[in-house]
């Protein structure tokens, strides 16, 4: 790691990301960078709070059997979800929640849970639906109820088909919704700079900002925007994702997927070596 206390000094980084938008970019900017801000998706509770009061007095009255935690935002959005409209109801679903065997994807519902007191029974290998799946393939589900915690609103079917064809009886709730945040022409902007070769890096974080940015370029544009750019995602879910569309991460933290160690890939492959070169 270089000790150059700007070691990002000269780097255009492009920043993707919405809810922690700042936190990034002091980050980068601390070290020199400078950050371009293009929040390509929010974050939203999801617009019907019954079904996840329903969901959520379900795990509070003993319903469930274990609980899958696919982010850390979705758990933090059930929570906020009873303050708003039943805080009665917080006491025992915590308790519940300390009872049921609880499954989680990645480090940042593990994070909630920490921050509950509480631990994950089972923490899947690797942060992705297929690392869920192989943590639970050699249990026995049969009639167990178990609960999901969606990624937004993705059925996530490849997950729910695996529950219920090894006689798991499913109850799903989805606590948050993705939307539009930066409006188009600031996308194109982006884009148009992307293409330009006037962006080093940019670092995606979620999934939905990849779908955004597809969304407004097609797929092809997309590939074409980001060959002039070094790619970097926050974990491996995000990877995929650039993967299923033709696109390659070439920058990812080895082991912690979080802000920080995203910042310090990116100084590591940036820092005081000027651009990279980008493969073809």
Partial sequence: ????????AGCTIAVPESREIELFAALLERRGARVIRCPLVAIHDAPDPAPVLDWSRQLAAGA?????????????????????????????????????RKITRGPKPAKVLRELGMKADIAAEQP?????????????????????????????????????SDGAVVSTVAPYVYADAADEQ???????????GGVDAIAFTSSSQIERLIGIASEEGA??????????????????????????????PA??????????????????????????
Avoid at 3 to 8: A, I, N, R, S, Y
Avoid at 186 to 196: D, G, M, S
């Fill in 1 to 8: 790691m270089t000790t150059d206390p700007e070691p990002l």
């Fill in 64 to 100: 469930l059997d274990d609980l899958i935690l696919l982010t850390g935002e979705g758990l933090n959005r059930i929570l906020s979800c009873i303050e708003q409209h039943d805080p009665s109801l917080r006491a025992q679903f915590i308790a519940e929640l300390g009872r049921v």
């Fill in 128 to 164: 992705t639906t297929a690392g869920i799946i192989a943590g639970l393939q050699a249990l026995d589900l049969r009639r167990r109820r178990v609960g999901v915690q969606l990624y937004g609103t993705d059925p996530n079917r490849p997950l729910i088909d695996f529950l219920e």
């Fill in 186 to 196: 600031a996308v194109r902007t982006l884009i148009r700079q992307l293409r330009e």
């Fill in 255 to 280: 082991e912690s997927f979080f802000l920080k160690p995203l910042t310090s890939a990116l100084e590591e492959a940036l820092g005081g070596r000027g651009r990279p070169p980008v493969s073809s």
């Fill in 223 to 252: 590939r074409a925007a980001l060959a002039n750019t070094l790619v970097a995602a926050v974990g491996p879910v995000v990877a995929d994702t650039l993967r299923r569309h033709g696109m390659d991460a070439r920058l990812m």
